[in-house]
């Protein structure tokens, strides 16, 4: 088993709360080198919605990757800002929202697919900055396409 480390930083956000949505998240090697980032436009849905979707899209792109990654890694480190989705993934907090819910059993089945052990960690938005800019960059686009 390769002793590398994969780190995830994810962000999601809605203007208004609910209003128009994006993801984005940042893939890191051992080496703290970018590998990977991604970023798409949700629709109409709530923070927490999309701060879930940024956890679900990474887990999925990283069962389907093409590029080269320790195989596999020792560990999925997922960084995230929002206290709320960490809690609730590790089990501190009960989820009682039936959406979120739903979105935690899909992040659930995707860990299984994934032959490392995943953890979460909150941490500032200071910290995740560049997957908080890389999720603004794909709102101001959107809307502007849109003309809001």
């Known amino acids: 088993m390769s002793d590398q480390n994969i780190s995830i930083f994810t962000d999601g956000g809605a203007r208004g709360n609910p ?3 994006a993801f984005a998240f940042i893939v890191k090697n051992s080496a703290g080198k970018t590998v990977a980032e991604h970023s798409a436009y949700i629709g109409h849905t ?3 919605i999309a701060e879930y979707s940024a956890v679900l899209s990474a887990l999925n792109w990283l069962a389907e990757t093409k590029i080269p990654l320790p195989s596999p890694p020792a560990g999925v480190n ?3 800002d929002s206290l709320l989705v960490v809690n609730q993934l590790i089990g501190r907090y009960r989820i009682k929202n039936s959406n979120l819910r739903e979105m935690v059993l ?3 089945e995707a860990e299984r697919k994934i032959a490392s052990p ?3 960690h909150h941490i500032s938005r200071e910290k995740n900055y560049q ?3 890389l ?3 794909e709102l101001d686009s959107c809307l502007s396409l849109a003309g809001k």
């Open 135 to 137: 999720l603004n960059q």
């Open 78 to 80: 997922f960084y995230c």
């Open 46 to 48: 709530t923070n927490n």
């Open 131 to 133: 997957a908080d800019c």
């Open 106 to 108: 899909k992040i659930k």
């Open 19 to 21: 209003g128009p949505a």
């Open 118 to 120: 995943v953890t979460y």
